[in-house]
């Protein structure tokens, strides 16, 4: 059973810190690109960082110079580094993962996405 398990969301003050990690499990050949989207109340999923398996990294406008993704290969982990948060990064935050699965002996891409967890910035 293959499954991304987020971790670390929870209530900040405007202007801290946090960390979410999410961990890729099960028969997995290899990962190739691996992200973040979060998803307000009333809007779409948006993009906030993805990472691809050598490194490079992509944020949106609104995340950049705040928020850093970094991933451990070995681990099959992603993690996003979130400072100076303010209250519009209130959101639900996912992971997304492309990865290469082996399946009745053929190797097959699939993309998954973690259950979700809540980033919430308030005073």
């Known amino acids: 059973q293959v499954q991304l398990v987020e971790s670390g969301g929870g209530l900040v003050q405007p202007g801290g810190s946090m960390r979410l990690s999410c961990a890729a499990s099960?028969?997995?050949?290899?990962?190739?690109?691996m992200g973040w989207y979060r998803q307000a109340p009333g809007t779409q999923r948006e993009l906030v960082a993805a990472?691809?398996?050598?490194?490079?990294?992509n944020y949106a406008d609104s995340v950049k110079g705040r928020f850093t993704i970094s991933r451990d290969n070995a681990k099959n982990t992603v993690y996003l580094q979130m400072n100076s948060l303010k209250p519009e990064d209130t959101a639900v935050y996912y992971c997304?993962?492309?990865?290469?699965?082996?399946?009745?002996?053929?190797?097959?891409?699939?993309?998954?996405w973690g259950q979700g967890t809540q980033v919430t910035v308030s005073s």
């Open positions: 997304d993962a492309d990865l290469v699965l082996l399946r009745v002996g053929v190797e097959s891409g699939y993309h998954y």
């Open positions: 099960g028969s997995i050949v290899k990962i190739n690109v």
């Open positions: 990472i691809t398996s050598g490194g490079s990294t």
